[in-house]
Every structure is written in structure tokens, then in C-alpha cells.
């Protein structure tokens, strides 16, 4: 491939499908932690002091969430909880980039749409906090 080609790098950010099975149960796992700064709430909050919480937020709601920019997922995933997702995953940071920027929205939808039936009631009145369509609808659309 050329130096100059529009998608130079591209071949390298392509995941087999072990690694994106690997990587999508780390970052439910990541997902899911209930420690303080971790999980989606340590998500939310790291959102939140960027001043992208609503956006954030909004994946949760979204049958259909658009793409996160690049610089966000540096911004909602520290270098060392990427560390630990690139070591589960067994890829470069270029290929977690490329995959979470599709990924990361859906899988905030996805932990929003198990909240009743696999987590909690007390997870489940903090989600209603953070996520509109929670305390509106247990459906969650």
C-alpha cells in the first residue's frame, strides 16, 4: 500500500472476529464494574468533565447511536483501563480506537437495555438518574 493511500493504516485497525469477541466481552465487563470511577457511572462521570455527558447519556437511549469522535474515547477511557482492554483483547490501541468508536455508543445501549432484568434495584434507581428513558419507560424503547 502506498505511503500517501486514503487508507493507509486501514488493514491494521481490521479485527478477526476472535479479537472482536474478545474486546466486545472486556468492554462489557469494563462496562459493568460497580467500583467507584469504573464502570459506566465512572464513564458518565469522566463525560461529564468534558462537558459530553447529554451526548453520552444519549447512547443509552438511542435505539440506533451514532459514532463517537476519536478524541472522545481517549477522553471516556483512561491509558491504563486501555491498557487493560488492549492486553483482554490481544490488538493495538489503533484497533480498539476504530472498533470502540462504533462500539462504545451501542454497548452504553446495550447495558441500559439489561438494567431490570440483570442488574440490581439499586443499579437499577442510579441508572434511572443518568438515563432519561429508564425512568420513564422500563422498556427502555
Known sequence: MEQGSPNAGMEAAVLTPDQRHRLAAALEQYLDADKPGQG???LLRRAADAAIYDQVRGWGCQPHPPEAAT???HVLIPPEDMQKL???ADISEQQ???YL???LPRAVRN???KLPMHRPGSLYERAKQHFPCVA???SKG
Open 40 to 42: 459506566v457511572y465512572g
Open 136 to 138: 420513564a419507560d422500563r
Open 86 to 88: 488492549l492486553a483482554l
Open 101 to 103: 468508536v462504533v462500539h
Open 96 to 98: 480498539a480506537i476504530a
Open 71 to 73: 478524541g472522545m474515547i
Open 111 to 113: 447495558y441500559v437495555l
